[in-house]
C-alpha cells in the first residue's frame, strides 16, 4: 500500500547522496538521523549504484521511512520503485516522458519532476491532475551535487516565474519543492520571497542534500533546518520590519538615532559619486567609508551600526560584491541597493539579476526607469542611466515601485519629480504553500512631493547621494526603530534639502555645496516643522 498523496507532507525533503557521508556515518543513519528531526519526504538518489545493490539499499530506507510514516521516492530508477514499491518515483527533463511513467508506475504513486520554466508549467497543466503530482523548483542556486547542471541557478525570481506559471495555467493541484544549493544562510530568504505575484501561492517545502548527508551531526543538522521552515519569519535585518503612523516626530526620532549612533556607511559605488557621496553622508552626522575590499568586509560589517550602500554604477569585482551582500545579510545589517542603470545595457541587467538573487536587500532605490525595469513594466530601454524622461503617470509610478517592493520583499523607492516608497517587508513572515493573499497593490506607498526640482538633474550623483541619505537614516536605527519609517524620513528630508538647494544656488556647481549645506542645516537643527516636502499614504 503506497502513502495517500493526498497527505505528503513537502515542507522538509531530503535527496540522498552516499558519496558525500562523512566517517563514522552510513546512508541508513543519515536517513535516520533526519527522520527522527523532522524530515518529511525522502529521496533515494543513487546515480553509480548496481541495480542489486540499489534494490537492497532501497528496502532498507524503505523500512525507515514507513516506520517514520513518511513517504520513499526513488529517483529515475522505475524499476527500483515498482520492485519495492515504493510510494513514488522522481524524474528529470532528460528521463522517461511523464505520461509514460505515470503508466508504468499507475495512478496511485506520487510522481516528481523536475521544471525550471515556464513551458515546462503549461505542458504539465495540459496533462491534468494525473500525471504530475509536485515539482522541483530550481536549480535555485549553484550547487555540487549536479555535476551537470543544464540549467543556470534561477534564484528566486526565477522560482517566481514558475509559481506564477502554475497559477497562470491552473495547475493548483501541483506541489512544488526548491532545489538546488539550499543552505540554512538561504532557506528562510527563498521561502520569504518565492510568492506567486497573485498572492495566493508559496513554495511547499525544500530540499537538501548536504545539510543533512554532510553533517557529522545529521539529528542537529536537521532540527536547525526545521526550525528554519517552521518559524514562519525571515528577519533578516535587526531593525522592525513593521509599519506606523508617519508622523513629524518619527523623522525628529529618526534624525536623533542617527546623531546618538554616528553610523559607519560602507559605499561600493561609483567613482562620480564618492566624494560627493562622503560629504553627503558627513553632513548627515555619519561617517563614511569607500571601500571596495573583501577582505575587510567581515570587519566592516559587524561593526555597530554599520550600513552598506551597494551602487552599480562603476562595476566592483563581482566576488566582492556578493561577500559583501553575503557579510552583511549575516550580520543582519541593512544594505540599500541602487542598480544604476538596470536595462541600459545586458551586462548591467545580468549584473544587477546576479546581485538580486544572492541575497536579502533592506531598501532598492532606484529612479524610474530602474524602477520600472525592474518591475518589468518599462516600455523602452533606458538611455544610459538616466532617468526615463516620457509620459509616465503617477499611478503606474506607484505601481512600479509597489512590485518591486513585492517582487524583492523590500522596501523600494522610486525618486523623481514625485518620490515613491513602498513597503513589501510583510514582518518578515512566510507561509509554506498558501501565500500572504496580499498582492504588490496593497503594499503601504507613500508618495512625497516638493514640486520640480530641475537642477536635480543638472549635476552628477544626485540620485546616489539619495542612496546615502537613505543609508545614514538606517544605519542610525536602534532595534525597535522601523525599516520603513527610516527610509521615509530619508527622502522627505532629501527632497527638503534639495528644494532648499535649488532657492539658494547659482547655478550647477554651486548646487552641489548647497545641498550639502541643506542637508547639514536640516539634519543639525532637526525641525521637521519646517521641512517643506509633503508626503500622503497612497490608498
Avoid at 109 to 131: C, H, N, Q, Y
Avoid at 169 to 192: D, E
Wanted: glycine share 8%; aromatic share 6%.
Amino acid at each position: 500500500m503506497v502513502f495517500d498523496k493526498q497527505k505528503v507532507d513537502y515542507s522538509l525533503y531530503l535527496v540522498t547522496d552516499s558519496s558525500m557521508l562523512p566517517d563514522g556515518t552510513t546512508l541508513y543513519s543519515q536517513v535516520e538521523a533526519g527522520l527522527k528531526n523532522g524530515v518529511t519526504l525522502v529521496q533515494l538518489r543513487e546515480k553509480d549504484c548496481e541495480t542489486k545493490d540499489f534494490i537492497a539499499e532501497a528496502l532498507e530506507v524503505q523500512k525507515l521511512c514507513k516506520k517514520f510514516n513518511v513517504p520513499l521516492i526513488i529517483n529515475d530508477r522505475i524499476d527500483v520503485a515498482l520492485a519495492i514499491d515504493a510510494d513514488g518515483v522522481h524524474v528529470g527533463q532528460d528521463d522517461i516522458p511523464i505520461p509514460m511513467v505515470r503508466k508504468l508506475v499507475g495512478p496511485d504513486r506520487i510522481v516528481g519532476w523536475s521544471v525550471g520554466f515556464r513551458e515546462e508549467v503549461e505542458t504539465l497543466a495540459k496533462w491534468g491532475p494525473d500525471m504530475v503530482d509536485y515539482i522541483g523548483v530550481g536549480t535555485l542556486f549553484p550547487t555540487l551535487t549536479k555535476k551537470n547542471p543544464k540549467k543556470a541557478p534561477m534564484g528566486p525570481q526565477g522560482a517566481i516565474k514558475v509559481l506564477d506559471a502554475l497559477e497562470e495555467f491552473g495547475a493548483n493541484w501541483c506541489r512544488t519543492v526548491g532545489i538546488g544549493g539550499l543552505h540554512p544562510v538561504n532557506i528562510g530568504r527563498v521561502l520569504f520571497q518565492c510568492v506567486s505575484s497573485n498572492g495566493k501561492r508559496a513554495l511547499d517545502g525544500i530540499c537538501v542534500v548536504s545539510d543533512i548527508m554532510a553533517a557529522k551531526d545529521a539529528g542537529a543538522a536537521t532540527k536547525n533546518l526545521r526550525r528554519i521552515i517552521d518559524q514562519g519569519n525571515y528577519h533578516f535585518v535587526n531593525l522592525q520590519l513593521k509599519n506606523s503612523a508617519i508622523t513629524q516626530e518619527t523623522f525628529k526620532s529618526v534624525l536623533g538615532q542617527v546623531a546618538l549612533t554616528r553610523p559607519l556607511v560602507q559605499h561600493v559605488t561609483n567613482k562620480v559619486h564618492q566624494n560627493f557621496g562622503a560629504n553627503i553622508t558627513l553632513a548627515l552626522g555619519s561617517s563614511p567609508i569607500m571601500s571596495e575590499v573583501k577582505d575587510e568586509v567581515h570587519e566592516l560589517a559587524r561593526i555597530p551600526n554599520a550600513t552598506l550602500l551597494l551602487n552599480t554604477g562603476s562595476v566592483a569585482p563581482v566576488d566582492m560584491l556578493k561577500e559583501a551582500i553575503t557579510c552583511y545579510n549575516n550580520e543582519q545589517r541593512p544594505i540599500i541597493f541602487d542598480p544604476v542603470g538596470y536595462s541600459a545595457t545586458e551586462t548591467r541587467r545580468l549584473l544587477n539579476d546576479t546581485l538580486l538573487s544572492h541575497g536579502q536587500f533592506t531598501c532598492i532605490k532606484g529612479n524610474t526607469s530602474e524602477i520600472l525595469s525592474l518591475a518589468k513594466l518599462t516600455v523602452e530601454k533606458m538611455k544610459g542611466v538616466d532617468a526615463f524622461v516620457g509620459n509616465v503617470d503617477e499611478e503606474m509610478l506607484s505601481r512600479a515601485t509597489r512590485i518591486v517592493a513585492y517582487t524583492y520583499k523590500t522596501v523600494a523607492v522610486c525618486s523623481g519629480e514625485t518620490d515613491f516608497v513602498a513597503d513589501g517587508t510583510e514582518n518578515g513572515h512566510f507561509t509554506l504553500s498558501n501565500g500572504p493573499v496580499k498582492t504588490a497593490i496593497d503594499l503601504p506607498c507613500v508618495k512625497i512631493n516638493n514640486g520640480p526640482i530641475s537642477i536635480m538633474g543638472d549635476i552628477t550623483a544626485s540620485g546616489c547621494s539619495l542612496g546615502s541619505t537613505i543609508a545614514c537614516c538606517l544605519g542610525g536605527a536602534n532595534a525597535e526603530s522601523n525599516v520603513f519609517d527610516a527610509v521615509v524620513t530619508a527622502v522627505i528630508l532629501y527632497k527638503t534639502a534639495g528644494k532648499l538647494a535649488s532657492t539658494r544656488c547659482q547655478g550647477s556647481g554651486s548646487f552641489h555645496v548647497q545641498l550639502i549645506d541643506a542637508l547639514y542645516e536640516l539634519f543639525h537643527a532637526n525641525e521637521p516643522a519646517r521641512w517643506t516636502a509633503s508626503y500622503r499614504m497612497l490608498n
